[in-house]
């Protein structure tokens, strides 16, 4: 079992990244809340927490290994966990972490369905699984972050901010544009204005892909 892995940053893309070890150059999909963090250090030393899953068809006999790669260890953590629920397999995890794992976290501790709803793939059905599986469980994910308590703390130019950015035109999930937020508000604390945190918001999620 390879539990984490140390090298250097050659190349992120959409969903992976290339990390070479030594003389081997390793294939690591990493979730997409990740990759904005990531695109800055390529060239650097990078320390991936690292999860093996199989993925095809048993049967058939074409099953294929695939790392996955976290860079906190409270992220796999959460990971594993998460993947416990019934309908969440390791892709359909990955593509739902657009956003920090603080913030899922403390979605599912306040049983919040409607945040998890905006998560990529993830519908009512699932969203609800996730709630009545894990509630109770995360709650020392969410803590690092305060997520539970910044999620109430929204004012009238935030909420106006995201709605812009999940408007038809925009088209994106109420999740990811909440994390803009959040982002765009670390970046510049002085950004209050709907004015000001929507560009700030649409040059992050550029960066993301």
Do not use: W
């Amino acid at each position: 079992m390879i539990a984490s892995l140390t090298g250097i940053l050659e190349q992120v893309t959409e969903d992976r990244v290339h990390l070479q070890a030594g003389p081997i150059v390793y294939e690591l999909l990493v979730p997409a809340a990740d990759l904005a963090a990531l695109e800055s250090r390529i060239g650097e030393e990078v320390t991936f927490h690292t999860l093996l899953y199989f993925q095809g068809d048993a049967s058939g006999g074409s099953m294929e290994p695939r790392l996955i790669g976290f860079l906190r260890l409270a992220d796999k953590r959460f990971f594993e966990k998460f993947i416990t629920v019934k309908g969440i397999g390791p892709r359909t995890a990955l593509r739902a972490l657009t956003v920090p794992v603080g913030e899922i976290a403390a979605a599912i501790e306040q049983k919040d369905a409607r945040f998890l709803v905006g998560l990529n793939g993830i519908g009512k059905r699932t969203a609800e699984l996730m709630v009545a599986e894990l509630a109770g469980k995360v709650g020392a994910f969410a803590g690092p972050i305060a997520a539970a308590i910044e999620m109430k703390q929204k004012t009238s130019e935030d909420e106006a901010a995201i709605a812009y950015l999940v408007s038809p035109q925009m088209g994106l999930r109420r999740a990811e544009a909440e994390a803009l937020l959040q982002r765009a508000k670390q970046v510049n604390p002085k950004a209050q204005k709907v004015d000001e945190l929507v560009p700030a918001m649409l040059r992050l999620h550029a960066t993301r892909g």
